[in-house]
Protein backbone atom coordinates (compact mmCIF):
# COMPACT_ATOMS: atom_id res chain seq x y z
CA UNK A 1 0.00 0.00 0.00
CA UNK A 2 1.45 3.58 -0.85
CA UNK A 3 -0.45 4.95 2.77
CA UNK A 4 1.16 5.27 5.89
CA UNK A 5 1.08 3.01 8.42
CA UNK A 6 0.57 4.65 12.13
CA UNK A 7 4.77 3.21 13.18
CA UNK A 8 5.73 5.42 9.68
CA UNK A 9 4.61 8.48 11.03
CA UNK A 10 6.28 10.89 13.48
CA UNK A 11 5.06 14.23 15.46
CA UNK A 12 6.59 16.90 13.13
CA UNK A 13 7.17 15.16 10.21
CA UNK A 14 5.78 17.43 7.11
CA UNK A 15 4.81 15.67 4.08
CA UNK A 16 4.36 18.64 0.91
CA UNK A 17 1.94 16.72 -1.61
CA UNK A 18 2.90 16.18 -4.77
CA UNK A 19 -0.56 16.32 -6.69
CA UNK A 20 -2.10 19.61 -7.23
CA UNK A 21 -5.76 19.95 -8.28
CA UNK A 22 -6.86 22.91 -10.46
CA UNK A 23 -10.89 23.30 -9.45
CA UNK A 24 -13.10 24.06 -12.63
CA UNK A 25 -16.45 25.56 -12.95
CA UNK A 26 -17.93 22.26 -13.47
CA UNK A 27 -15.97 20.96 -10.31
CA UNK A 28 -17.65 23.67 -8.28
CA UNK A 29 -21.88 23.60 -9.48
CA UNK A 30 -21.90 19.93 -9.55
CA UNK A 31 -20.04 19.61 -5.81
CA UNK A 32 -23.15 22.50 -5.07
CA UNK A 33 -25.59 20.39 -7.31
CA UNK A 34 -24.96 17.13 -5.31
CA UNK A 35 -24.94 18.93 -1.84
CA UNK A 36 -27.94 20.58 -2.72
CA UNK A 37 -26.32 23.97 -1.45
CA UNK A 38 -27.89 26.99 -3.29
CA UNK A 39 -25.53 29.94 -2.44
CA UNK A 40 -25.40 32.41 -4.75
CA UNK A 41 -21.80 33.02 -3.79
CA UNK A 42 -21.12 30.09 -5.60
CA UNK A 43 -23.74 29.61 -8.45
CA UNK A 44 -24.68 33.22 -9.13
CA UNK A 45 -22.20 34.81 -11.48
CA UNK A 46 -24.10 38.26 -11.42
CA UNK A 47 -24.62 38.13 -7.42
CA UNK A 48 -20.92 37.36 -7.16
CA UNK A 49 -19.69 40.33 -9.06
CA UNK A 50 -21.70 42.66 -6.57
CA UNK A 51 -19.96 40.55 -4.23
CA UNK A 52 -16.78 42.10 -1.82
CA UNK A 53 -15.10 39.43 -4.18
CA UNK A 54 -15.84 40.06 -8.04
CA UNK A 55 -17.05 36.79 -8.90
CA UNK A 56 -18.00 33.35 -7.77
CA UNK A 57 -16.18 31.74 -5.00
CA UNK A 58 -15.58 27.68 -4.79
CA UNK A 59 -17.81 26.45 -2.00
CA UNK A 60 -15.79 25.95 0.58
CA UNK A 61 -17.11 22.13 1.64
CA UNK A 62 -15.18 21.26 -1.97
CA UNK A 63 -12.03 22.75 -1.30
CA UNK A 64 -11.57 21.05 2.34
CA UNK A 65 -12.98 17.70 0.51
CA UNK A 66 -10.54 18.04 -2.25
CA UNK A 67 -7.42 18.73 0.13
CA UNK A 68 -8.37 15.79 1.78
CA UNK A 69 -8.31 14.00 -0.90
CA UNK A 70 -5.29 15.39 -2.18
CA UNK A 71 -3.13 13.80 0.40
CA UNK A 72 -4.69 10.11 0.33
CA UNK A 73 -2.29 8.17 -2.25
CA UNK A 74 1.08 9.50 -0.12
CA UNK A 75 -0.67 8.83 3.64
CA UNK A 76 -3.43 7.21 4.12
CA UNK A 77 -4.83 4.67 0.84
CA UNK A 78 -5.13 1.72 2.29
CA UNK A 79 -3.83 2.38 5.91
CA UNK A 80 -6.66 3.81 7.65
CA UNK A 81 -9.54 1.93 9.34
CA UNK A 82 -11.77 5.65 9.55
CA UNK A 83 -11.13 9.45 10.20
CA UNK A 84 -12.86 10.19 13.27
CA UNK A 85 -13.06 13.85 12.94
CA UNK A 86 -12.42 17.05 11.47
CA UNK A 87 -11.43 20.05 13.75
CA UNK A 88 -10.29 24.05 13.75
CA UNK A 89 -11.39 24.15 9.84
CA UNK A 90 -10.37 28.02 8.56
CA UNK A 91 -10.49 29.31 5.02
CA UNK A 92 -8.59 32.67 5.47
CA UNK A 93 -8.79 33.28 1.54
CA UNK A 94 -10.99 32.27 -1.06
CA UNK A 95 -10.86 29.61 -4.36
CA UNK A 96 -11.81 31.01 -7.96
CA UNK A 97 -12.62 28.70 -10.46
CA UNK A 98 -9.17 27.87 -12.18
CA UNK A 99 -7.04 28.33 -9.15
CA UNK A 100 -4.90 25.13 -8.29
CA UNK A 101 -4.95 23.25 -4.97
CA UNK A 102 -1.66 22.00 -3.36
CA UNK A 103 -1.42 20.75 -0.05
CA UNK A 104 0.87 19.94 3.24
CA UNK A 105 0.52 17.75 6.25
CA UNK A 106 2.17 18.00 9.40
CA UNK A 107 1.86 15.13 11.82
CA UNK A 108 0.99 16.82 15.42
CA UNK A 109 0.10 14.51 17.71
CA UNK A 110 -0.02 10.31 18.07
CA UNK A 111 -0.97 7.56 20.62
CA UNK A 112 -2.23 4.08 20.37
CA UNK A 113 -5.27 2.77 20.35
CA UNK A 114 -6.75 2.35 23.70
CA UNK A 115 -9.77 -0.70 21.94
CA UNK A 116 -8.01 -1.34 19.05
CA UNK A 117 -4.18 -3.19 19.61
CA UNK A 118 -3.91 -3.28 15.72
CA UNK A 119 -4.21 0.31 15.60
CA UNK A 120 -3.07 4.11 16.78
CA UNK A 121 -4.84 7.70 16.83
CA UNK A 122 -3.24 10.64 14.88
CA UNK A 123 -3.82 13.66 14.37
CA UNK A 124 -2.95 15.63 11.42
CA UNK A 125 -2.61 19.67 10.39
CA UNK A 126 -3.41 20.03 6.51
CA UNK A 127 -3.01 23.83 4.99
CA UNK A 128 -3.93 24.20 1.36
CA UNK A 129 -2.48 26.60 -0.51
CA UNK A 130 -3.40 27.88 -4.11
CA UNK A 131 -0.61 28.54 -7.14
CA UNK A 132 0.63 31.83 -5.54
CA UNK A 133 0.97 30.23 -2.14
CA UNK A 134 -2.23 32.20 -0.61
CA UNK A 135 -3.77 29.39 2.21
CA UNK A 136 -6.94 28.56 1.40
CA UNK A 137 -7.56 26.06 4.11
CA UNK A 138 -6.59 24.87 7.61
CA UNK A 139 -8.08 21.97 9.39
CA UNK A 140 -6.86 19.39 11.61
CA UNK A 141 -8.00 15.57 11.08
CA UNK A 142 -7.78 12.93 14.02
CA UNK A 143 -6.98 9.51 12.07
CA UNK A 144 -7.47 5.91 12.98
CA UNK A 145 -4.44 4.29 11.22
CA UNK A 146 -3.61 0.80 11.37
CA UNK A 147 -0.46 -0.55 12.51
CA UNK A 148 1.79 -2.74 10.09
CA UNK A 149 0.78 -5.88 10.04
CA UNK A 150 2.97 -8.55 11.76
CA UNK A 151 4.06 -10.23 9.39
CA UNK A 152 5.40 -6.99 7.56
CA UNK A 153 7.08 -6.07 10.67
CA UNK A 154 9.10 -9.81 10.59
CA UNK A 155 10.07 -9.08 6.64
CA UNK A 156 11.38 -5.68 8.04
CA UNK A 157 13.75 -6.99 10.48
Do not use: W
Not at 15 to 34: K, P
Not at 67 to 91: M, Q, S, W
Not at 128 to 153: C, I, W
Amino acid sequence: MPGKYYEDLEVGMKIRHALGRTITEADNTLFCALTMNTQPLHLNADFAARSPFGQRIVNGLLTLALATGITVPELTEGTIIANLGYENVRHPNPMFHGDTLYVETEVVAKRESKSRPNAGIVRLKHIGRKQDGTVVVEFERVVLFLKRPREEKQEQE
